[in-house]
C-alpha cells in the first residue's frame, strides 16, 4: 500500500492536525461531562423550560403589550378623576364644609326657620337676611342637588376604592409602561439569558455528543509519556521476557548484528523516548536454535524495551506515535510469553513499515510505502475478538480477521535490530508516546 498519494491529497491527515483532532475531542468530551454535571446548566434546563412555555410567553405578552387604557384600573380612576374634577361637585364640598352650611342647617332645625317665610321677619333682622340670601344662593342650590345623590356615593366608593393600598399597587403596576421589568418573571428571563450566554452552556448547546461515542467505548489504562529520566525509575523493563527461564533477560540472536546491551542505548529527551543503535564492537550472549547461547562479538549496539512484569492486555487499542532514521529494523509489538501470538503494531525495515500478525511461521501483513519514516506518526492497532485492525493516523490500512489472538494477554515491546542479510547502519527510534485503550 502506498500512501504517498493519501497523504498528498488529503485522504490521510497530517500527524500533528490527527493529534489535534483526538486531543481537542478528548478534551471537549471531559468539558462536555463536566459541564453536563454543573449547577448552572441544571438551572439554565429548568429556566429553558419556564421560559419557553406557553404560559410565561403568554404572561411576558400580556405585560408588555396591554394597554393601561383597556385595564380596569384605568377606567376606575378615569371615572374618579372626572368627578373629582366636576366643578359642582367640588363646589358640593366646599359648602358641605362651610360656617354658613353649619349654621343654616343648625337654624333650620329650630322652630324660627318658619321665620324665613315672612318677608317683613326677614327684611328686619339682618340675621335671617343672611339665612335667606344663603338658602336662594346657588350654593346651596347646588348642596341639596348633590346630597345623598347618587353621584355623591359613587364618587365617595370611588375615592376609597382608589386609595386602597391595592389597587394603588395594581394601578401604579398597569400604569407603568415598562412593568414587564418590574415582576418576577423578568428577573428569570434574565437569569435565562445570562446562562444562555455563558460559553460553557452554549459550547454544551452546541455540541454533539455524537462524536463522542467512540472515545466513550474506551478508557485509558496504560498512558506513557516519558516523563523518566533513567530506564530504572520506568514501567518498562530490558531484554526478552519468555515463559522459559533461560530466555529472560539481555541477548540478541545468532542471525543479527547487533548485540543488545542492556538498557544502555535508551534514553529519554524533553519527554521522547530514544532507542539508539550506534556502531560499537562489544562481545555479548547470543541465542543460537541449535547451540542456545553463545558468546558473540557485535560491531552494532541496540536494545530491547517490555512492560511484561507491568503491563498486559486482552483486547483494547494500542497506539504510539513514533518516527525512526537509519537502515535499522525498528519494531513495536505485542508479545506473550511464547514466541507466539505476536503482533506487529509497527514495523520499519529500512525500507517500508510492516503492520500484521504472526501465526505459525507466517505473517498476515501489510506493507506501507510512501511515508517518510523519520516524521511521526501514529501508529494503531485495534483489537477485538473478532478481528485486528490496524491505522496510521486516521487512515485504516488493514484489517484482518484471521487467527486473532484469544485468551491471551499480551505485553508491548520496542526493539530496534539488524538482520545478518541487510546492510547494517545507525539510527535511532523515538516515541513521543504509548497509550493503551480498553474497551468499556
Known sequence: MNLFWKKMFGGMLSTSKFEKIEEAAVNDMKRYDEIGQSLELEEYKKLYHVVKSSEFK?????????KYKDMEE???????????????????????????????????????????????????SDKLRKLKDFENSKEYRNYI??????????????????????????????ADQHRWKTVPEYKIEQRYYELAKNPDIIFYE????????????????????????TLDKSRWAYGFHSANPELIGNYSFENELQANSGGKNVSVNNGVFCLETRREKCISRAWHPTKGFIEKEFDYTADVVQTADEFRQQYGVFKAKIRCTGRVHHAFWLSNSSPLPHINVFHYDGKAITMGNAHKNVMDEVRVTGLKH???????????????????????VYRTTSNVPKDNHLYLGFNSFLPKKGK???????VDWVKVLAFN
Open 58 to 66: 403568554e404572561k411576558k405578552k400580556t405585560l408588555q403589550n396591554r
Open 74 to 124: 384605568y377606567r376606575i380612576s378615569r371615572k374618579y378623576q372626572k368627578l373629582h374634577d366636576n366643578s359642582g361637585i367640588r363646589q358640593y364640598y366646599e359648602t358641605l364644609q362651610s360656617e354658613q352650611l353649619k349654621n343654616f342647617l343648625t337654624f333650620k332645625s329650630t322652630p324660627e326657620y318658619e321665620s324665613l317665610g315672612d318677608k317683613k321677619k326677614v327684611m328686619a
Open 145 to 174: 342637588r348633590f346630597h345623598d345623590s347618587f353621584i355623591i356615593k359613587d364618587y365617595e366608593e370611588l375615592k376609597i376604592k382608589i386609595s386602597a393600598p391595592d389597587f394603588m399597587k395594581m394601578n401604579q403596576f398597569w
Open 206 to 229: 452546541k455540541e454533539n455528543p455524537v462524536r463522542f461515542d467512540k472515545y466513550r467505548k474506551l478508557k485509558p489504562v496504560f498512558i506513557e509519556q516519558f516523563e523518566w529520566n
Open 374 to 396: 523519520s516524521s511521526f506518526y501514529i501508529y494503531t492497532l485495534v483489537w477485538t475478538p473478532k478481528e485486528l485492525i490496524w491505522y496510521i493516523n486516521d487512515m485504516e
Open 424 to 430: 547494517p547502519s545507525t539510527g535511532s527510534l523515538e
